[in-house]
């Protein structure tokens, strides 16, 4: 009997399963549809800016490289968002963390005096436990005083990027380079390639194994189990003793941490120096990469590694075409709003519902 | 300091720099006495900002641009709502959405409307002009402040006066009120959530779009990708510390703008980096919101209107 009961059970996961990959394939279609729409009403050659989207980063070694590189930030990020949702927080300090990485990351490897394999460490670590204790204020602020962390984590978002800015203009400038920017990293400093033909590097391998890390912290440790339960029953967890409002803070530092050592990982394995100007939206990416990953980090990579795809297409097309290369932000959107619908393609899960009904002799 | 803080240029230009603030605070306001976090009043700004500069250039005309920017705001709106009501998309997850499409969106058309990226500088939107009534303006202190205004400040306070009124003394305010309490059962006693939410979401539009229009052809004269910089973000935390009383929340608009105006103006007087200068309004926002919630009395009050809110989410 029971033995049933689990066999339909399984049933039942594999068919929601399928249900939802179904979803994501349409909304996946749908939105790469609005793109399209817009590129042919806006470029004066449509199908050569289509076909450059969509074939570019298969033609080239590069191109294709650069579909692993664009995903780097957004794995960490997404991986970020997905623990703080799991535990039922909005925070998208993820942004700002990020940007606080990728600056102290460049800084702590170009200033520090370490051996080669011991400095990008020290260049990541530290960088996560400066964005973990910024990330520790609206994280405290919500579990003490129940503030919106939405809103003030997007206050801070702001703060940490006009105060790295000033650090660059005013501490961190390299005199000597032409343009603002910090000194350069140098070799022991800089996270090796693991393809030096299309400058893929290592950072991808923390990526990965962080994603992998946080999906057994989440599914195999009791510090995830308190973070699920938090997330989905607040109450309940709290009834059962879990202490809710430390899960709340310490989920959110560590967010704030792993999205610190993403842009450190970031910087030190794909860039020189750090010049940024503006936030580069890291963090709403990651929000979006999490909630089309079901917030199920082993599916963050693939999910990321798509709209790596997309990006490696959308820069070669605004390279070679008429077309800006932020269609994929519309793309990014479209398919957040139909992923996140629980109406979207809802007549099929009922019917699949009606149909295990059904055979379940019910 | 404290003439420059009492000064008639003070007065004058804190309420300029407030302006999308309190717009966007309205928008909150109305959106959240419907049960809803609309977050996509910074996106629905930054789209109306787009549309009033775009259409006011080439048609010439300020009004058109105003009416474009305020049409584009309510058409957010109805996206919002097909997102939220129809989809069943969490209204933060629309709201995130309908910002990153409003952000790839803006450089999309602008891109192919006008061949340029980052702003519209090279074709200048009509300004929305001043109102200067002649006599009352030379009052010292207030009479600047009162009378000669830009056209948009006073729709700004003939509007904000209506929306008090229809929310406090009219049966689409009441309604809007009960779906914001209890969807459930507002909708038990017949009221039709669905529309009462749209309309809501409709009004809030209209504030998004004429704070995207203040921002475009009164604060600066053409739209900037990134002009609101968290203006929409800060309407609501505006909102969220005037706890539904839209006097409160027109003040602490006006107090963030204030805060933002005297970044920008102690730039030349104090020796302090632009930089950081640049972060006060967004520390004011966190140090008010802080303050406000260490409030015992406030707190009670606002956890009991929070209670209801799981009910309402179903609706």
Redesign the interface.
């Known amino acids: 009997m029971i033995q049933r009961v689990k066999a339909l059970m399984r049933a039942d996961g594999l068919r929601q399963a399928f249900f939802e990959v179904l979803r994501t394939l349409a909304a996946i279609v749908l939105a790469l549809l609005v793109a399209l729409l817009?590129i042919l009403?806006?470029s004066q050659e449509p199908g050569r800016a289509i076909r450059i989207f969509l074939q570019a980063p298969f033609l080239s070694s590069y191109n294709f490289g650069q579909i692993i590189t664009q995903s780097i930030p957004l794995i960490f990020t997404g991986v970020a968002v997905c623990l703080m949702i799991r535990a039922g927080q909005?925070n998208l300090f993820v942004e700002g963390a990020f940007f606080v990485g990728m600056l102290f990351g460049a800084v702590i490897a170009a200033g520090f005096k370490l051996p080669a394999v011991i400095l990008p460490i020290v260049a990541m670590l530290l960088p996560a436990l400066l964005a973990g204790l910024i990330g520790y204020l609206p994280a405290k602020?919500k579990s003490a005083?129940?503030?919106?962390e939405?809103?003030?984590s997007?206050?801070?978002n702001?703060?940490i990027f006009?105060?790295c800015?000033?650090l660059l203009?005013?501490h961190f400038l390299d005199p000597e380079y032409s343009s603002l920017a910090t000194r350069t990293i140098p070799p022991a400093g800089k996270l090796f390639f693991l393809s030096v033909t299309n400058e893929v590097s290592s950072s991808f391998l923390i990526a990965l194994g962080l994603a992998v890390l946080a999906w057994f912290f989440l599914n195999h440790t009791r510090w995830g189990y308190a973070i699920r339960m938090t997330g989905e029953n607040p109450e309940f967890a709290n009834f059962i003793g879990i202490n809710v409002r430390a899960v709340v803070t310490r989920t959110q530092v560590l967010g704030a941490a792993i999205a610190g050592l993403g842009g450190a990982a970031f910087e030190l394995g794909n860039f020189y120096r750090f010049n940024l100007k503006?936030l580069p939206?890291y963090g709403?990416d990651g929000?979006?990469i999490a909630?089309i990953a079901r917030n199920n980090p082993l599916l963050v990579p693939l999910v990321a590694l798509f709209m790596g795809y997309l990006r490696a297409g959308a820069a070669q097309m605004a390279l070679y075409s008429?077309?800006?290369n932020?269609?994929?932000?519309?793309i990014?959107?479209?398919m957040?709003?139909?992923v996140?619908?629980?109406?979207?393609l809802s007549f099929l899960k009922k019917r699949s519902l009606r149909k295990a009904a059904r055979e379940g002799g019910g | 300091m404290i003439d420059f803080i009492f000064s008639e240029t003070f007065l004058v230009s804190s309420l300029a720099y407030a302006m999308p603030i309190i717009f966007a605070g309205l928008a909150a306001y109305i959106s959240k006495k419907a049960g809803l976090?609309n977050?996509n009043i910074e996106g629905s700004m930054s789209m109306a900002a787009l549309a009033g500069a775009l259409v006011s250039y080439f048609s010439q005309s300020w009004v058109l641009g105003v009416v474009s920017a305020v049409i584009t705001g309510m058409l957010m709106s109805l996206v919002l709502s097909a997102?939220v009501m129809?989809?069943?998309?969490?209204s933060?997850?629309?709201g995130?959405?309908?910002?990153?499409?409003a952000?790839?969106?803006a450089?999309?058309?602008l891109?192919?409307v006008l061949g340029v990226?980052g702003d519209t500088s090279s074709s200048p939107s009509l300004m929305i002009p001043v109102l200067n009534i002649p006599g009352l303006s030379a009052i010292p202190i207030i009479g600047r402040f009162l009378f000669q205004e830009n056209v948009l400040v006073y729709v700004m306070i003939s509007l904000a006066v209506l929306l008090w009124l229809v929310v406090e003394r009219t049966r689409l305010g009441a309604h809007i009120k009960a779906v914001g309490y209890n969807a459930q059962a507002a909708r038990s006693v017949g009221i039709r959530v669905e529309r009462t939410r749209l309309v809501a979401l409709l009004i809030c539009g209209v504030f998004s779009g004429l704070g995207g229009a203040y921002l475009s052809m009164v604060y600066l004269s053409y739209f900037s990708v990134?002009m609101v910089?968290?203006r929409g973000?800060?309407g609501?935390?505006a909102e969220?510390m005037g706890a539904g009383n839209l006097l409160s929340t027109l003040f602490f608009a006006w107090l963030f703008g204030a805060v933002d105006y005297f970044a920008t103006g102690a730039q030349s007087v104090l020796n302090v980096?632009y930089?950081?200068l640049?972060?006060l309004p967004?520390?004011m926002?966190?140090i008010a919101?802080?303050i406000y919630?260490?409030k015992p009395g406030l707190k009670k009050r606002s956890r009991k209107q929070r209670d209801p809110k799981p009910v309402s989410k179903e609706g």
């Open positions: 817009i009403f806006t909005f602020m005083l129940n503030i919106n939405f809103v003030s997007l206050m801070f702001f703060i006009w105060v800015l000033y203009n005013h503006a939206n709403f929000f979006i909630i008429d077309v800006t932020d269609v994929i932000y519309i990014q959107a479209v957040l709003i139909l996140g619908g629980q109406a979207f | 976090l977050i997102c129809w989809l069943k998309t969490d933060v997850l629309s995130i959405a309908l910002n990153t499409l952000s790839g969106l450089v999309v058309i891109f192919a990226q990134g910089a968290g973000f800060i609501i935390a969220a980096p930089e950081l640049n972060t967004y520390l926002t966190v919101l802080v919630s260490l």
